[in-house]
């Protein structure tokens, strides 16, 4: 069974910038969740979906930060414009069902000069 | 303040030795999931423990999950450099958030010395 995928791994850009990544839960899964890991912490819930549904995003700044779940597959998280203090890894999970356990995908480490 | 928090937050161990690290809530959980994290990578799935005193073993690692269910600890027996990686506690904790979203510790890195 494949496991979560995400997309890009790694990403440089400038701060001011726009940014995307993109995830591809495992097949089946309903719930989809995206989290924010900064070094030396422990990943923090930015928002959760339950099929296309954002059923928690009260973590998510949403005067930069968006994020879409189209058709209940696959999720896109955006930010615009970045800011020096988004360097972080960007963590994807996705889970049968909410209450099940999470699988995480790879994640994608953003850095902002 | 930190709702999860774990010890050691680093340990470095000779290959061979037994190891413990900590998971303490202050409030009650229900439930509790052990994660490994490689430098630059994911979260890997361990164990869960969701009933007061349950233990869960896999291969060499051991979790369990107290009486009271606000501690948990994650033994590694004979550990090996394999071993070596951040070791994460997330937890759904009752009354703190949304339930179904979990919460993490920092984080236990262990260097296993071959």
């Known amino acids: 069974e494949a496991g979560v995928v995400q997309s890009p791994r790694y990403k440089i850009i400038e701060k001011k910038q726009p940014v995307a990544f993109w995830c591809n839960p495992i097949s089946g899964h309903n719930t989809l969740y995206w989290y924010l890991q900064n070094l030396g912490q422990g990943p923090e819930l930015l928002i959760r979906y339950e099929n296309e549904e954002a059923v928690d995003d009260s973590q998510l700044p949403k005067d930069r930060f968006s994020a879409e779940r189209l058709k209940g597959v696959d999720s896109t998280l955006k930010i615009q414009p970045a800011e020096l203090g988004d360097s972080a890894v960007y963590l994807c999970a996705s889970s049968r069902v909410q209450f099940s356990t999470q699988y995480f995908g790879p994640g994608t480490r953003l850095t902002v000069l | 303040s930190q709702e999860l928090e774990q010890s050691p937050q680093s340990l470095i161990v000779q290959e061979g030795k037994n190891l413990t690290i900590n998971c303490t809530s202050s409030?009650?959980?229900?439930?509790l999931y052990w994660y490994k994290q490689k430098y630059g990578e994911g979260l890997i799935f361990l164990m869960m423990?969701?009933?007061?005193?349950e233990e869960k073993s896999h291969e060499k690692i051991t979790a369990k999950l107290d009486e009271k269910k606000q501690q948990s600890s994650l033994h590694i027996t004979a550990s090996q450099p394999s071993h070596a990686g951040i070791y994460l506690c997330g937890a759904d904790i009752i009354g703190g958030g949304s339930q179904g979203n979990l919460i993490f510790g920092k984080g236990t890195k262990l260097s296993v010395k071959p």
């Open positions: 423990l969701q009933k007061g005193g």
């Open positions: 409030k009650t959980l229900y439930g």
